[in-house]
């Protein structure tokens, strides 16, 4: 199984990014997806998180509103579509998949993780 992360890149405060995860190796269509973020000199935080069916979603305080998580099962692709970027945004995101159907809010419970892609939001 491996996750690929791309769509990173440097914006400036207020621009958006897409960002994209592909899982190859087996079907995810049925499991939680999250996305992960971790800066400089700060442990890794959880951005989004979207169960198996889709219908339950759970953001961060810190991005409701501006970031918005998604998943084509066809594909086996999930995004993070992040609006209204601020500095404070800036991290290496990860992708992640969990064997849990459930959307799980700690990093522990997912057992795939894609290598990351470097967002830099400058002001």
């Known amino acids: 199984v491996q996750l690929q992360a791309s769509g990173g890149g440097l914006v400036q405060a207020g621009d958006s990014l897409r960002l994209s995860c592909a899982a190859s190796?087996?079907?995810?269509?049925?499991?939680?997806v999250g996305w992960f973020r971790q800066s400089p000199g700060k442990e890794r935080e959880l951005v989004a998180t979207?169960?198996?069916?889709?219908?339950?979603?759970w953001y961060a305080d810190a991005v409701k509103g501006r970031f918005t998580i998604s998943r084509d099962s066809a594909k086996n692709i999930e995004y993070l579509q992040m609006n209204s970027l601020k500095p404070e945004d800036t991290a290496i995101y990860y992708c992640?998949?969990?064997?849990?159907?459930?959307?799980?809010?700690?990093?522990?419970?997912?057992?795939?993780w894609g290598k990351g892609t470097l967002v830099t939001v400058s002001s």
């Open positions: 992640a998949r969990s064997e849990r159907s459930l959307a799980p809010t700690t990093s522990r419970l997912y057992e795939y």
């Open positions: 190796g087996r079907n995810f269509s049925r499991n939680a």
């Open positions: 979207m169960s198996g069916g889709g219908g339950l979603i």
